[in-house]
């Protein structure tokens, strides 16, 4: 099943945090990693998406201080998340090798 | 340092039901990392971010309602609907308090657009016809209201050096009389203009064409003209075609060369011209000689416009103009007067400077007064829904505990709110035609007149959005309620209790109610004892029962003939039967006026201080001081033997001038230079006393008379004073100067008193405005505190209820009642005298004889308010005495 470019990088957040984690560390390892500032409803709606293709699931989590008391959504990556990332990584691999010459000679000769 | 409470409680309105605690939970957590990180201000912002930025996101992938996916928009506005749908059935079923709420809010936001439709008539609104009237610019060559002009060589040069602009015209201002054939000839505004005026306006003809700059050089033909829309309607009918067809004005052949589109009526609002003609045309209209149009002595052209490059800034333009007329004074030693000249540039023709800065006084006065009238009805209105979700507290807990969220909750009461300020927008409408009923036709100074009040675009966005303003200010109070809403506590008591922060809530909004309105009352006292000095200010002048008629006279008939018809004109007036008196005058009292030069030798006419004060010059025929009741307090006023043809050798003086020049006033047969243009070597032969000029009557106006007819012109006045305003001779008149004048249309005659009444308008309706607004903040006041009181009253019924069992007498419960009034009502006068201080040095320059800080204003408006917040502590102190103590404990 084809990846959203968003979804590819939740999906890998997700495994860099150890295969399970909820919606602050997500967004914050995201955009300490690509830049990109993904809103909580944003990062939610994708989520919601990837649980409906069945890569992760999500189960209500405890509360803290730092949360205002409030609970937490965590999300676990599943067997078939890890091998849609893993096909598709694979793939984006294939269609690399042997650019990155080329891609640098541009690179720098724009630059 | 936490997170604001208020972001959150904002956030969880925003962001849907369905991971809202999630969501919230992220956030906060993200804002606690960032906050330690980067510092709160950053991680606020980051919060607000991602809170919008999920509302949003949520709402337009649908996921804002069970049900899941799609329509996300649909539902939001579903949602919204059916908050208004319950807002509106709460407030139908207390149609008492939403008839009163809105109406509170009608008051304010009626008067709010009545003021902004004044704005708008006045300055807001493009200048008709002037496509480039927001580009285009005055230029002034002297302060406001002095003239200051260049000749027309030094002009030209002006024009040609001026390279920030790319167009520049100069432009006067005349009356005439235009007829076509035969018809019966109508009096006109008239601009002579030089240069290319109709570009740098940016006007279209609407038929024909326009005057070029070249038709406006004074070896083109003079005899052409070009009319506004109205004129050609008045003059040809709305069918016919003007362009190329014969108008005579003042009895001159002139061809219509186009008509002005756009209903332009001239660069200067509230004067509607109708005609424009080149600058030539004065020699044939106005009776100048052409060598007076380019001669050193004539610095005419005072009326400037310009239109700036693209992206120019004024004050570079306005440099370059220093610039170079510092460069025509160095260079030609006929151009010294050029250095005097202190030029500055008006961006925009809203409006035309001489009235620039008074009328923005007035409009910022009007607006000041506007927010405090609406501030106090959003304090009124919020504290009226502040008492009513308190007596929905039982109501409010039941649906808490039945899981109904808060944040829905709040939502509600804002949508409630947002009701009551629509309803009381449109109600507004109504408030703010019947507050311009009085202003319909009325000026402001030399402002257009007001039109009254228009339901139009601009006023209907004002309201829309002084509404939901309003809407918000009224419903945060009980928004921010329903957010610290305690369900535990409120199912404990769910009898209303006015405790704690609420208490001093509303006791804030009554103080602030009270102070505002303190501070307009003051402000209206302020004015209305101006208007009452104004209207005992002795001129030194009587004008009951003197008549003025108009009149244009023909200038091309030598000086000894005009001498001769004025004459015989002044004797066929006072022969009509029924009249008691008459004199000519050029402009007469009250009214426009000439400044003259005067010194006690030729080499003291350049004294700069006599120049500033504005000496002005009245040419007068015999029998005029004896018409105004001037008399002489030394030496004689003029004879018959006095009026001649020639200039007269003889000048009366007021005493304040002669005061000024000789230090004393016995001065008859001593000798000044005196005159207009040319002073002339005279004898004088008289004092007469004072005169103060009713726009600025706080000191005596210096001036000197000299007899009539000293320069021909081309109008003349005639005053007539008849027995108890005699209609009938009044039109026998006119009749006598019609049957002496061929071809000449004489206007109705006017009373100089209806002049006065003019003069004193402007602070007639602005200290009426400002007793209106006052009246509505009286009675917002009142309510607001009889609102506070009588809450309070509610809340301590037990308390009275024992008291009085245990034997407390009448007098003590009411005591306890008073004294709670009387610290919001002290709280809110001290407030209000500061603020009160504050808006009189705003309205200060439109004072007279009252100070800033005038005793009987301040306390007279702080009396009329205690009284206002006595009566409105009488409905709940007479409560407070029926307390019954068994019905107040059996309520618990």
Redo the contacts between chains.
């Keep these: 099943m084809a990846l959203g470019d968003l979804e590819q990088v939740v999906l890998f957040a997700i495994v860099r945090l150890g295969g399970e984690s ?3 560390p997500i ?2 390892k995201i955009l300490e990693t690509t830049g990109r ?1 993904v ?7 994708v989520l ?1 998406r990837l649980e409906g293709k069945g890569f992760v699931e999500s189960w209500i989590g405890d ?2 201080p ?3 008391g ?4 965590v999300y676990r990556l599943l067997p078939e998340g890890a091998r849609a990332l893993q096909s598709w990584y694979a793939g984006l691999r294939d269609l690399a090798s042997g650019t990155e010459a080329w891609l640098d000679r541009l690179a720098g000769e724009v630059s | 340092m936490g ?1 604001p409470r208020l972001l ?1 409680v904002l956030a969880s309105i925003c ?1 849907p039901r369905c ?1 809202r ?10 804002y ?2 960032t906050a330690a990180a980067r510092g709160r201000v950053p991680a606020v912002l ?1 919060y607000a ?2 809170a919008l ?6 709402r337009l ?1 649908g ?1 804002g309602r069970r049900g899941g996916q799609g329509l996300g928009v649909m539902r939001l506005a579903s949602n919204y609907l059916e908050d208004a749908r319950l807002a509106f059935r709460s407030l139908w079923r207390r149609p008492a308090f939403a008839l009163m709420a809105a109406g509170t809010l009608a008051l304010g936001l009626g008067s709010g657009a009545a003021v902004f439709t004044m704005a708008d008539q006045l300055v807001l609104r493009p200048l008709a016809g002037a496509g480039n009237a927001r580009s285009a610019a005055y230029l002034q060559l002297g302060p406001p209201g002095m003239f200051a002009g260049l000749t027309l060589p030094h002009f030209d040069q002006l024009r040609g050096s001026a390279t920030s602009f790319v167009g520049m015209a100069s432009y006067g201002l005349s009356s005439q009389n235009v007829a076509r054939g035969d018809a019966r000839p109508i009096g006109v505004m008239v601009n002579v203009v030089y240069g290319d005026f109709f570009d740098v306006l940016g006007v279209q003809p609407s038929a024909g064409r326009l005057l070029t700059a070249s038709d406006t050089q004074l070896d083109a033909s003079p005899f052409v003209v070009v009319i506004s829309e109205d004129l050609r309607d008045r003059l040809f009918g709305p069918t016919e075609s003007a362009e190329g067809s014969t108008v005579h004005m003042n009895g001159h052949a002139m061809t219509v060369l186009g008509v002005a589109g756009g209903g332009f009526r001239g660069p200067e609002r509230g004067l509607d011209v109708d005609a424009w003609v080149p600058h030539g045309a004065l020699v044939p209209l106005l009776g100048f000689s052409r060598d007076r149009l380019t001669s050193a002595e004539s610095a005419m052209h005072s009326e400037i416009l310009v239109l700036p490059e693209r992206g120019i800034d004024p004050d570079a333009a306005q440099a370059r103009v220093v610039g170079i007329l510092e460069g025509i004074s160095n260079a030609d030693p006929e151009a010294r007067y050029v250095s005097t000249l202190s030029p500055r540039l008006y961006p925009g023709l809203k409006t035309p400077p001489l009235a620039r800065e008074s009328t923005n006084q007035k409009l910022r006065m009007m607006a000041w007064a506007v927010i405090f009238l609406l501030a106090i009805a959003c304090a009124n209105v919020a504290n009226l829904l502040l008492f009513r979700s308190l007596a929905r507290r039982g109501a409010l807990a039941t649906l808490r505990a039945f899981g109904a969220p808060q944040a829905r909750i709040c939502r509600q009461q804002i949508v409630e709110s947002f009701f009551l300020a629509l309803l009381g927008g449109v109600m507004g409408l109504v408030v703010a035609w019947v507050i311009m009923l009085p202003f319909r036709g009325a000026r402001l100074g030399r402002m257009p007149a007001f039109e009254g009040f228009a339901l139009d675009p601009p006023v209907l966005s004002f309201i829309a959005l002084a509404a939901l303003v309003a809407g918000v200010f009224c419903g945060a109070a009980p928004a921010w309620l329903a957010a610290r809403f305690d369900l535990g506590a409120a199912l404990r008591s769910a009898r209303a209790r006015d405790t704690g922060r609420l208490g001093s809530l509303r006791t804030l909004l009554a103080v602030g109610q009270i102070a505002m309105t303190l501070a307009l009352v003051v402000g209206g006292a302020l004015l209305v004892r101006t208007l009452d000095n104004l209207r005992r200010v002795e001129t030194g002048i009587e004008v009951e029962h003197i008549a003025r008629l108009t009149a244009d006279v023909p200038t091309d008939i030598d000086p000894e003939a005009l001498h001769l018809l004025h004459r015989e004109l002044l004797g066929a007036v006072v022969g009509t039967p029924g009249v008691q008196g008459a004199a000519l005058d050029v402009h007469g009292p009250h009214g426009a006026t000439f400044l003259g030069r005067i010194g006690v030798s030729a080499s003291s006419l350049d004294d700069e201080a006599v120049r500033q004060a504005g000496v002005y010059m009245w040419q007068v025929t015999p029998g005029w001081f004896e018409l105004f009741g001037m008399d002489p307090v030394d030496g004689r006023v003029f004879e018959d033997s006095d009026w001649r043809a020639e200039p007269g050798d003889v000048v009366v003086l007021t005493a304040s001038l002669a005061e000024r020049l000789f230090g004393r006033t016995d001065v008859v047969g001593r000798t000044v230079w005196a005159g207009g243009r040319e002073p002339v070597e005279r004898r004088v032969v008289g004092v007469v006393g004072d005169y103060r000029s009713l726009r600025s009557p706080s000191e005596p106006r210096d001036a000197f008379f000299v007899p009539y007819g000293e320069a021909p012109r081309s109008y003349l006045s005639v005053f007539v004073k008849t027995a108890e305003d005699d209609a009938g001779a009044l039109t026998a008149v006119r009749e006598s100067v019609e049957s002496m004048l061929p071809g000449v249309a004489v206007p109705d005659p006017v009373f100089v008193s209806e002049t006065v009444a003019e003069i004193h308008q402007e602070e007639r309706l602005l200290g009426q405005l400002l007793w209106t607004l006052s009246a509505f903040g009286l009675l917002m006041s009142g309510v607001g505190l009889y609102g506070v009181i009588h809450y309070l009253v509610l809340s301590r019924r037990r308390e009275f209820g024992i008291r009085l069992t245990l034997g407390a007498d009448q007098s003590g419960i009411l005591g306890l009642v008073g004294r709670s009034a009387a610290r919001i009502t002290l709280a809110g006068a001290g407030v209000g005298l500061a603020a009160a201080y504050a808006l009189s040095r705003v309205i200060r320059s439109q004072l007279f004889g009252v100070d800033v800080l005038d005793g009987v204003s301040y306390v007279g408006a702080t009396s009329l308010v205690v009284i206002v917040a006595g009566l409105a502590c009488l409905a709940p102190a007479r409560a407070a005495l029926r307390a019954d103590p068994v019905a107040a404990l059996r309520e618990d």
């Design positions: 909820h919606g602050a967004s914050e500032d809103s909580p409803g944003a990062l939610y709606t919601d509360s803290a730092a949360r205002g409030r609970r937490r959504k | 997170l959150i962001i991971d605690e999630f969501i919230l939970g992220d956030l906060e957590e993200i606690t990392t980051r971010k991602g930025a999920s509302a949003l996101t949520l992938a996921r």
